[in-house]
T-cell receptor
Framework: DAGVIQSPRHEVTEMGQEVTLRCKPISGHNSLFWYRQTMMRGLELLIYFNNNVPIDDSGMPEDRFSAKMPNASFSTLKIQPSEPRDSAVYFC?????????????FGPGTRLTVT | DAKTTQPTSMDCAEGRAANLPCNHSTISGNEYVYWYRQIHSQGPQYIIHGLKNNETNEMASLIITEDRKSSTLILPHATLRDTAVYYCIVNSGGSNYKLTFGKGTLLTVNP
């Protein structure tokens, strides 16, 4: 299995521009998570999807952030307009929610720099 | 979920066993202990989890005390590539999907 795939791996953009991060979860997994990691705040959960439906978006910082999961094999995290404080590494993770244990498998991340 | 306490950092010699402790004194009966690690510039990596019994897989062993208030992750023969931040997380699983990553333990494997 290829694991969780994220693109792009690095993104540099100017303040005010729209940024779209992409994620392909592991085949067969029905839960998908978007996290953000910064030195100051560590690893934070932004949003959780189960069976393509957003279940918990309480971690999404503000209206500038939106996430979609149009099908079981693809999700996007969009920031519009981007700001310098959005600079961070964004991780996507997936898991299978059918069992009791809920181990999550993370992608390599997208390093976003907003200038 | 129960709170966990881990040392900030540890050192280990290459080829020796690395034993990483974690305290979770408020763990409840239905909560699992999970271990993840994050190698520099990579995403967190799932290592192992357990409920009551000791567990072993190709990466590591997990020893949980009988009262379940603490656990130890054992890397039997540490290599330089095992240098990473190791996170101990307690979670009840099922509908509880949230993994709370604390600051973890920075394990440095020295040649």
């Amino acid at each position: 299995d290829a694991g969780v795939i994220q693109s792009p791996r690095h993104e540099v953009t100017e303040m005010g521009q729209e940024v779209t991060l992409r994620c392909k979860p592991i085949s067969g997994h029905n839960s998908l998570f978007w996290y953000r990691q910064t030195m100051m705040r560590g690893l934070e959960l932004l949003i959780y999807f189960n069976n393509n439906v957003p279940i918990d978006d309480s971690g999404m910082p503000e209206d500038r952030f939106s996430a979609k999961m149009p099908n079981a094999s693809f999700s996007t995290l969009k920031i519009q307009p981007s700001e310098p404080r959005d600079s961070a590494v964004y991780f996507c993770a997936s898991s299978f929610s059918g069992g009791r244990s809920r181990e999550q498998y993370f992608g390599p991340g997208t390093r976003l720099t907003v200038t | 979920d129960a709170k966990t306490t881990q040392p900030t950092s540890m050192d280990c010699a290459e080829g020796r066993a690395a034993n990483l402790p974690c305290n979770h004194s408020t763990i409840s009966g239905n909560e699992y202990v999970y271990w993840y690690r994050q190698i520099h510039s990579q995403g967190p990596q799932y290592i192992i989890h357990g409920l009551k019994n000791n567990e072993t897989n190709e990466m590591a062993s997990l020893i949980i005390t009988e009262d379940r208030k603490s656990s130890t992750l054992i890397l039997p023969h540490a290599t330089l590539r095992d240098t990473a931040v190791y996170y101990c997380i307690v979670n009840s699983g099922g509908s509880n999907y949230k993994l709370t990553f604390g600051k973890g333990t920075l394990l440095t494997v020295n040649p």
